[in-house]
C-alpha cells in the first residue's frame, strides 16, 4: 500500500471526468458530497435490464462492478457547476483480465482467483487529492510481492496518463 499526493487536481479532474484514462477500471464504490451526499455503491442489479439482463450476464466486468466508464458521465454531472465538491471518494478496481496480466508480467505464483481486488482509492477533501493503493487477497500469505507490483503498476500508469504525483 502506498499513498500518493497529486497536487494538480484540476488537470486531475480533468483527465479522471473527460477522458477515458480511467475507463478500464471498474468502480467498486464512490461518494460525492456536494449540496447533498451521493453514494455509488458499484453493483449492478441485473433485475433493472429486465429481459436484457442476459447482454448483462455475458459483459465480463457485470459480477466485479460498473466499468468506470459507464459511471463517469454520472459522476460528472454531479460535480459540474459553479462550486467545487467539499469531498468525494472513489473506489477504483483493476478488471480481473488486467489482474490476469500484471501476475503475468510480474511472474507472481499467485493466481488471479486468489486476488479479490487490486484497488486505486481516490480521496478529495476539498483541498487536495490523496490516491492510496490497496490489495486484497482471498488467501492468506506473508508474501508482499503483489503489493509491490500494484503500487509500481500505479505509479506507471499515473506517469503515462502524465498525472504529476507526490509519494506521501
Not at 500469505?141 to 503498476?153: F, G, N, Q, V, Y
Request: some cysteine; charged content about 20%; hydrophobic content about 40%.
Amino acid at each position: 500500500m502506498q499513498s500518493l499526493k497529486l497536487p494538480d487536481v484540476k488537470d486531475f479532474m480533468n483527465k479522471l471526468l473527460t477522458t477515458d484514462a480511467f475507463d478500464a477500471f471498474l468502480l467498486s464504490e464512490a461518494s460525492v458530497t456536494t449540496f447533498t451526499t451521493f453514494r455509488i455503491d458499484g453493483t449492478y442489479h441485473k433485475d433493472y435490464y429486465g429481459t436484457d439482463a442476459e447482454l448483462l450476464e455475458q459483459d465480463p466486468h457485470s459480477a466485479a462492478g460498473p466499468a468506470w466508464k459507464l459511471i463517469r458521465p454520472l459522476f460528472f454531472q454531479i460535480v459540474k457547476g459553479k462550486y467545487t465538491p467539499l469531498d468525494f471518494k472513489l473506489v477504483l478496481r483493476l478488471a480481473d483480465y488486467n489482474v490476469e496480466k500484471l501476475l503475468a508480467q510480474s511472474g507472481i505464483s499467485l493466481h488471479s482467483r486468489d486476488v479479490a481486488g487490486l484497488f486505486f482509492n481516490l480521496h478529495y477533501n476539498g483541498k487536495e487529492i490523496v490516491c492510496t493503493t490497496g490489495t486484497s487477497l482471498r488467501i492468506f500469505t506473508l508474501e508482499k510481492t503483489l503489493d509491490l507490483a500494484w503500487d509500481t503498476m500505479v505509479q506507471k500508469f499515473l506517469k503515462q496518463q502524465q498525472i504529476p504525483f507526490l509519494l506521501l
